[in-house]
């Protein structure tokens, strides 16, 4: 069964990638697949964004969170003392760094820096969980990211330390 969260996001991933495509950023049918079908969502259940000129914290319980959730825009995922200390990448941006990765089947990938994890359900998703690996120093983020990556069906190795 379908919830009516599930519904508006699949419709929000799709108007997401339409501006992506309309942009010029997105021109790959197989990035354009991957990104209807890896939900970003639950990789950021709460954020910190400027929300009318204002820094605001949101939350799932927020009305505008989901439509905030599929913006292009980057998410504080993490603040410090004030500072953003991690973050889910705008979307546009993930994706000309993913294209410019060259991504291949049959590749692998390291990824430094798991952050919420998204980008490695992308990966996951365009090449197989099994030819992603993703390091993160923060073990908080890492443990978070795991946990999300599986509940929605990915498993890449979640690496965690310092170098």
């Known amino acids: ?17 339409d501006v992506l495509e309309d942009n010029g950023q997105l021109s790959d ?14 990789f950021v259940p709460e954020f910190w964004a400027l929300v009318g000129g204002e820094q605001r914290h949101v939350t799932s319980a927020d009305a505008d969170w989901l439509d905030l959730v ?3 825009d980057a998410l504080a995922t993490q603040l410090t003392d ?11 941006l993930m994706l ?18 798991t952050g919420t994890g998204y980008n ?17 120093v923060d073990p908080v983020l890492a443990r978070l990211a795991g946990s999300r990556l599986r509940r929605c069906g990915y498993t890449p190795l979640v690496q965690v330390g310092r170098p």
């Open 29 to 42: 049918p197989t990035w354009r697949k991957v990104f209807e079908a890896v939900p970003r969502h639950p």
């Open 70 to 72: 599929y913006s292009d």
């Open 82 to 92: 004030g500072v953003a200390t991690s973050s889910s990448t705008a979307p546009g």
């Open 120 to 136: 490695a359900a992308l990966l996951s998703e365009r090449l197989g969980s099994h030819q992603v690996v993703t390091a993160e």
């Open 96 to 113: 000309v760094m993913l294209q410019a990765l060259d991504v291949a089947d049959g590749r692998r990938v390291l990824e430094i820096a």
């Open 1 to 17: 069964m379908t919830t009516h969260t599930e519904e508006r996001a699949t419709q929000l991933r799709t108007a997401l990638a």
